[in-house]
């Protein structure tokens, strides 16, 4: 050990007398001081702007804007310029033959030099310490675990770019070559991640071998076994290499036994590598405050009730536009999104099926009209160079699994072991590919039996299925919307009240109905009424006629005329119903929008009034227009022409109106649960498309939490986290100033003065 470590001394010795050593620790630190203190200043300025803050410590070393992130694209930059002369040094001088004939071992100098780079890689992670260091002044309550985590990330990458370049430098005498040769392995390491990746084993391999995103884990605050055990292997596999370098240039062994000696150094490392990297034999820990890496508690309930085995199928279409998300080459990252619940659930089988049947391909409209499916396989795979036998027809695959409701999108399909099935899919907007929620969704119907919505017809009501701009298809039975029930855990079916509503029925929609109820229908309705199923009614101005009947076996009713709420840049009857201190009762997350300063906003809403108590139920009011400005208007009816005005003569009388009520009452020892609102057009197609200047408005938040309550809070999951703590920055304009001059200045004028006294005092000796 002693001899290690004399030779790391004077390793360290000749680096430091070396300028460039030097510079790259004025560069490094300047770079760090410079992202680090514009960061900072961003957040400062968007807390003054009055945008709400999330995750100031993440925000600030990692995600896009992350100094630890911006940091590692440069990384590889300094690396070998330190390293390049570790052992190249020895070489063009003939120093190297002194080591060869002193009773010092190959490993010993391979070691002696490397602990070198384990020290300059320290003072590197010194230098990082100081924004950690001041994060801890400026931030409340900072994540110090998240930032410790993300030094070691880069402690980590440093020491294998070290290695790499020490094996480099003992290849070569040229230190250009070896700077050259160091580069040129990075890149290989960063770009193989995407080379043979149609092809299972070869996907296997390269994607072990790849170094791009290994660091990215530990910025994101997450300690994983495979991810550090790359690391040391990539690092004792080069160390390795070294040492069979010089070995052979010792004992100038043959270049073929010096061959098979790096072959078998490889082949270890790969077999250590991909074993590590099993989800079986992984081990995590997430160092995140709230713990963002890792599933909520709901969902881990939800895999360790899944008893046995899992299998997860994913079905690929080769001729829908959605090919490419589940195409081979597309593996490695598709698998990415289960990787938190193999974490627990490490027996999760994930199996793909590559089929072809007619699904949606604009620049292909015209070969459907003229070639058979089959032809059009066949001449994909011609320019593709795939094998048309990869890809079954779809009568092969509907033996296996029903997925002909899909229209050929791609679509997953989870299998228990008791062999009940969920499907999941992914969605057509930003992100595509489904969230937590949405997954763990999908496991728990494999548990229970997931809610069925009916939605009434019969008298011109919304239907569930309808995807025109009065309709609630978008949010009902939209299998490309994320948010949809259908995606939410719901069952959607459409009902007649001309029959009983079915036992299997849990929740029944009624909306805008134009026409009166039979005298069947209307018994039909009481009979649910009275066995505690679950409503969810919604009112429209003009139809108060045909739906108070409805109403008032509840002991409610919805008032005639329109509320009205008159602004300069909407018209009068678009009304911005504010969320009730009441509504806490109904869903936790309403509170938090109800403190944000959102409303729900109602396109032409009537008022419900109380008109009967003792009906048993406990009425509790959810959404009401403003005291200030608002009225029932009961005159003007053409607001695109003409403005309202409050006529007291009239009966209109400025003061809030209840729009949104919640019933509750218990029903053989079941509470009924019953939501009844003055405005059908908020949650349609149209009007969740809106974006309405003025209003911070979450329409899509009173559908899901409605039937979130409506479910007994059982579908959909609820994945919403606790808000990390450090949503401050706590220091002024002035502070974050001061600290620029610190980090940014004076840091690297510290290690210039350093470097001048050090130089200075070796040219004095």
Same mark, same amino acid.
């Given at each position: 050990?002693?001899?290690?470590?004399?030779?790391?001394?004077?390793?360290?010795?000749?680096?430091? @007398?070396?300028?460039?050593?030097?510079?790259?620790?004025?560069?490094?630190?300047?770079? +760090?001081?410079?992202?680090?203190?514009?960061?900072?200043?961003?957040?400062?300025?968007?807390?003054?702007?009055?945008?709400? &803050?999330?995750?100031?410590?993440?925000?600030?070393?990692?995600?896009?804007?992350?100094? %630890?992130?911006?940091?590692?694209?440069?990384?590889?930059?300094?690396?070998?310029?330190?390293? &390049?002369?570790?052992?190249? !040094?020895?070489?063009?001088?003939?120093?190297?033959?002194?080591?060869?004939?002193?009773?010092?071992?190959?490993?010993?100098?391979?070691?002696?030099?490397?602990?070198?780079?384990? +020290?300059?890689?320290?003072?590197?992670?010194?230098? %990082?310490?100081?924004? $950690?260091?001041?994060?801890?002044?400026?931030?409340?309550?900072?994540?110090?675990?998240?930032?410790?985590?993300? /030094?070691?990330?880069?402690?980590?990458?440093?020491?294998?770019?070290?290695?790499?370049?020490?094996?480099?430098?003992?290849?070569?005498?040229?230190?250009?070559?070896?700077?050259?040769?160091?580069?040129?392995?990075?890149?290989?390491?960063?770009?193989?991640?995407?080379?043979?990746?149609?092809?299972?084993?070869?996907? =296997?391999?390269?994607?072990?071998?790849?170094?791009?995103?290994?660091?990215?884990? *530990?910025?994101?605050?997450?300690?994983?076994?495979?991810?550090?055990?790359?690391?040391?292997?990539?690092?004792?596999?080069?160390?390795?290499?070294?040492?069979?370098?010089?070995?052979?240039?010792?004992?100038?062994?043959?270049?073929?036994?010096?061959?098979?000696?790096?072959?078998?150094?490889?082949?270890?490392?790969?077999?250590?590598?991909?074993?590590?990297?099993?989800?079986?034999?992984?081990?995590?820990?997430?160092?995140?405050?709230?713990? &963002?890496?890792?599933?909520?508690?709901?969902?881990?309930?939800?895999?360790?009730?899944?008893?046995?085995?899992?299998?997860?199928?994913?079905?690929?279409?080769?001729?829908?536009?959605?090919?490419?998300?589940?195409?081979?080459?597309?593996?490695?990252?598709?698998?990415?999104? *289960?990787?938190?619940?193999?974490? @627990?659930?490490?027996?999760?089988?994930?199996?793909?099926?590559?089929?072809?049947?007619?699904?949606?391909?604009?620049?292909?409209?015209?070969?459907?009209?003229? &070639?058979?499916?089959?032809?059009? +396989?066949?001449?994909?795979?011609?320019?593709?160079?795939?094998?048309?036998?990869?890809?079954?027809?779809?009568?092969?695959?509907?033996?296996?699994?029903?997925?002909?409701?899909?229209?050929?999108?791609?679509?997953?399909?989870?299998?228990?072991?008791?062999?009940?099935?969920?499907?999941?899919?992914?969605?057509?907007?930003?992100?595509?590919? #489904?969230?937590?929620?949405?997954?763990?969704?999908?496991?728990?119907?494999?548990?229970?039996?997931?809610?069925?919505?009916?939605? /009434?017809?019969?008298?011109?009501?919304?239907?569930?299925?309808?995807?025109?701009?009065?309709?609630?298809?978008?949010?009902?039975?939209?299998?490309?919307?994320?948010?949809?029930?259908?995606?939410?855990?719901?069952?959607?079916?459409?009902?007649?009240?001309?029959?009983?509503?079915?036992?299997?029925?849990?929740?029944? +929609?009624?909306?805008?109905?134009?026409? =009166?109820?039979?005298?069947?229908?209307?018994?039909? @309705?009481?009979?649910?009424?009275? !066995?505690?199923?679950?409503?969810?009614?919604?009112?429209?101005?003009?139809?108060?006629?045909?739906?108070?009947?409805?109403?008032?076996?509840?002991?409610?009713?919805?008032?005639?005329?329109?509320?009205?709420?008159?602004?300069?840049?909407?018209?009068?009857?678009?009304?911005?119903?504010?969320?009730?201190?009441?509504?806490?009762?109904?869903?936790?997350?309403?509170?938090?929008?109800?403190?944000?300063?959102?409303?729900?906003?109602? #396109?032409?809403?009537?008022?419900?009034?109380?008109?009967?108590?003792?009906?048993?139920?406990?009425?509790?009011?959810?959404?009401?227009?403003?005291?200030?400005?608002?009225?029932?208007?009961?005159?003007?009816?053409?607001?695109?022409?003409?403005?309202? $005005?409050?006529?007291?003569?009239?009966?209109?009388?400025?003061?809030?109106?209840?729009?949104?009520?919640? %019933?509750?009452?218990?029903?053989?020892?079941?509470?009924?649960?019953?939501?009844?609102?003055? =405005?059908?057009?908020?949650?349609?197609?149209?009007?969740?498309?809106?974006? !309405?200047?003025? *209003?911070?408005?979450?329409?899509?938040?009173?559908?899901?939490?409605?039937?979130?309550?409506?479910?007994?809070?059982?579908?959909?999951?609820?994945?919403?986290?606790?808000?990390?703590?450090?949503?401050?920055?706590?220091?002024?304009?002035?502070?974050?100033?001061?600290?620029?001059?610190?980090?940014?200045?004076?840091?690297?004028?510290?290690?210039?003065?350093?470097?001048?006294?050090?130089? @200075?005092?070796?040219?004095?000796?």
């Amino acid at each position: 050990m002693r001899t290690i470590i004399r030779i790391t001394k004077s390793e360290l010795r000749v680096l430091f @007398f070396s300028p460039i050593a030097w510079l790259i620790l004025i560069v490094f630190s300047f770079q +760090v001081g410079m992202a680090y203190s514009d960061t900072l200043a961003l957040q400062l300025k968007n807390q003054e702007l009055g945008y709400r &803050m999330f995750a100031v410590t993440s925000s600030l070393f990692s995600g896009y804007t992350g100094i %630890l992130s911006n940091l590692l694209e440069n990384l590889y930059l300094y690396i070998p310029l330190f390293t &390049m002369g570790l052992m190249s !040094r020895e070489l063009s001088s003939g120093s190297i033959k002194l080591l060869y004939s002193s009773p010092v071992s190959n490993l010993q100098i391979i070691l002696g030099k490397f602990l070198a780079v384990v +020290v300059y890689a320290l003072l590197l992670c010194v230098i %990082l310490m100081g924004p $950690v260091i001041s994060t801890c002044i400026s931030v409340q309550a900072p994540d110090v675990p998240l930032m410790l985590t993300g /030094v070691l990330g880069v402690f980590l990458t440093v020491l294998a770019y070290g290695a790499i370049g020490l094996f480099m430098s003992t290849i070569t005498k040229y230190q250009v070559v070896a700077v050259v040769g160091t580069l040129a392995i990075l890149a290989i390491l960063n770009f193989i991640g995407g080379v043979g990746q149609e092809y299972d084993f070869v996907r =296997d391999i390269t994607y072990w071998l790849a170094i791009s995103g290994r660091s990215k884990v *530990f910025i994101d605050g997450m300690i994983s076994s495979k991810d550090t055990l790359y690391f040391v292997l990539v690092i004792f596999m080069f160390l390795g290499l070294s040492v069979i370098k010089l070995q052979g240039e010792r004992l100038r062994l043959a270049k073929w036994k010096t061959s098979l000696k790096y072959s078998f150094v490889l082949l270890i490392a790969l077999a250590l590598g991909y074993i590590s990297s099993l989800p079986k034999f992984s081990i995590y820990y997430d160092s995140t405050a709230t713990k &963002m890496n890792t599933l909520t508690e709901e969902s881990q309930q939800i895999l360790e009730q899944l008893k046995g085995d899992l299998t997860i199928t994913t079905y690929v279409n080769y001729l829908d536009e959605t090919y490419d998300r589940g195409a081979p080459r597309n593996r490695i990252d598709d698998i990415a999104q *289960f990787e938190q619940y193999l974490r @627990f659930k490490p027996e999760i089988k994930l199996e793909y099926v590559y089929y072809y049947a007619k699904g949606y391909m604009p620049y292909a409209k015209a070969a459907y009209d003229t &070639m058979t499916l089959e032809q059009i +396989v066949e001449d994909k795979c011609r320019y593709s160079g795939y094998n048309p036998k990869r890809f079954l027809p779809l009568d092969e695959v509907l033996k296996k699994d029903d997925i002909s409701g899909e229209n050929g999108r791609f679509a997953r399909v989870i299998t228990a072991a008791n062999g009940k099935k969920a499907i999941l899919r992914i969605y057509q907007d930003n992100s595509v590919y #489904p969230y937590e929620a949405q997954i763990s969704t999908a496991l728990k119907t494999l548990l229970q039996e997931a809610p069925v919505v009916g939605f /009434v017809t019969g008298h011109k009501e919304r239907s569930g299925m309808d995807l025109g701009e009065k309709g609630y298809g978008a949010f009902a039975s939209n299998k490309t919307f994320r948010y949809s029930l259908i995606n939410s855990g719901f069952g959607i079916r459409e009902i007649s009240l001309g029959q009983p509503v079915p036992e299997d029925i849990d929740i029944v +929609v009624l909306a805008d109905m134009r026409s =009166d109820l039979t005298e069947e229908e209307s018994r039909n @309705f009481d009979t649910y009424l009275a !066995r505690g199923g679950n409503l969810f009614i919604l009112g429209e101005p003009k139809r108060q006629k045909f739906m108070n009947p409805v109403v008032e076996k509840l002991g409610l009713r919805f008032a005639d005329g329109i509320i009205v709420s008159p602004s300069e840049i909407h018209l009068d009857d678009i009304v911005a119903a504010d969320i009730k201190e009441g509504a806490a009762t109904v869903s936790e997350n309403y509170i938090k929008y109800f403190r944000r300063g959102y409303s729900i906003i109602t #396109p032409s809403a009537c008022a419900i009034e109380i008109l009967d108590t003792t009906k048993g139920f406990k009425i509790t009011e959810v959404l009401a227009s403003a005291s200030k400005g608002s009225w029932i208007e009961k005159e003007t009816t053409d607001f695109i022409n003409e403005k309202s $005005v409050l006529n007291p003569d009239a009966g209109e009388v400025e003061r809030s109106n209840s729009i949104m009520l919640y %019933l509750t009452r218990l029903v053989k020892n079941k509470e009924q649960r019953i939501f009844v609102i003055g =405005d059908a057009d908020c949650i349609s197609t149209l009007e969740l498309s809106q974006n !309405r200047a003025g *209003f911070r408005s979450s329409n899509f938040t009173l559908i899901t939490e409605t039937f979130r309550n409506m479910s007994y809070e059982e579908f959909p999951v609820d994945a919403n986290r606790v808000n990390p703590p450090d949503d401050q920055v706590v220091v002024s304009q002035d502070g974050v100033s001061t600290i620029k001059i610190v980090i940014m200045w004076i840091v690297p004028l510290l290690l210039v003065v350093g470097c001048v006294i050090l130089l @200075f005092r070796r040219k004095r000796r």
